[in-house]
């Protein structure tokens, strides 16, 4: 077991454990770090705890001190700085008639690097906007092609549920998310009601996906044949996979009738998944979401934030 200090930075999001050394570091303290990018202002964003050596990346580096208040100083300057050059490079951009959108810059804590985070269809040559760039700033110059996930994770935003963006609040990684994942979750296979902000399909469809896996595994699948504990022989109408209700058409006589029971009380065979029929509509919406869950792995193998 190790003692470790989590720190999070401001623009890449990401949480990174650092040694705490002899610092005494409460939760929400600002620390000052070294990394593969440079010298970097954090916050903790845990205290002190132990972490299995297994799940640390060697060598740990040790942080090398609490932020005062003139650093702190120093870091609002950055980011006014940062204004004035995401503007410049704004210009610079366009001078060079470069087909790339501009997301973010950022100065590292120590201001030896500028950092340029871009977005573009293609792969992009800016060696001569940097060239540019450098002459202007005189520092180390660097421009990072992301994702439109790793834009928005940057810019932050309100998803569709009222609340701040997953990607923006607390997630360090992104995980692989699929067309399966709403299906087995019974949504709306309409593009625009399950992508994020970004146009991506969201990142909360991974969240939910064990669970509802688990629990549909204990349900018959719409249409199926079962048998009610009143023994009557009936065809599956509709499901609550949360409260595990099943809804089933049995006939009395010449009548039918809708009754519900609880899945454990049924008898049916364990169904397979099976994708639900339909039409033009259905197929074009598959269509569009397979082409969205292509652009993610084409994205996946750009370049991302820096892992530090």
Known sequence: MTKVICVRFRTAGKIYYFSP?????????????????GVEYGRAVSDIKE????????????????????????EKKNREREKDAFAICLEKVYKHKLDMKLVNA??????????????ADGRVDFREL???????????????????????KIIGGVGICGRVLCCHAYLSDFAPVSI???????????????????????????????TYEYLNKKLPGIGDSVITPDGFKGQVDSVNVLRQLVKVIVEEGDEKEIKEYPAEELKFKPR???????????????????????LEKQESGRSKLDDD
């Open 21 to 37: 050394g002899d610092l005494d570091i409460k939760r929400g303290d600002n620390v000052i770090v070294e990394t593969a990018r």
């Open 106 to 119: 950022e100065y590292t804590f120590d201001g030896n690097k500028l950092l340029f985070y871009f977005t």
């Open 272 to 294: 397979k998944y099976r994708p639900k029929k339909g039409g033009k509509k259905q197929d074009d919406e598959e269509k569009e979401l397979k082409e969205l869950e292509n």
């Open 180 to 210: 399966r994942m709403a299906k087995e979750q019974n949504l709306s296979l309409n593009p625009a009601k399950i992508s994020g902000v970004c146009g991506r399909l969201m990142c909360c469809l991974k969240n939910e996906e064990e």
């Open 51 to 74: 972490v299995e050596d297994e799940n640390i990346v060697q060598p740990l580096k040790t942080v090398m001190r609490l932020a005062t208040p003139e650093d702190a100083e120093t």
């Open 130 to 152: 940097v060239k540019d760039l450098a002459s202007v700033f005189r520092t180390r110059i660097e421009l990072r092609q992301i994702g439109v996930r790793d834009e928005t």
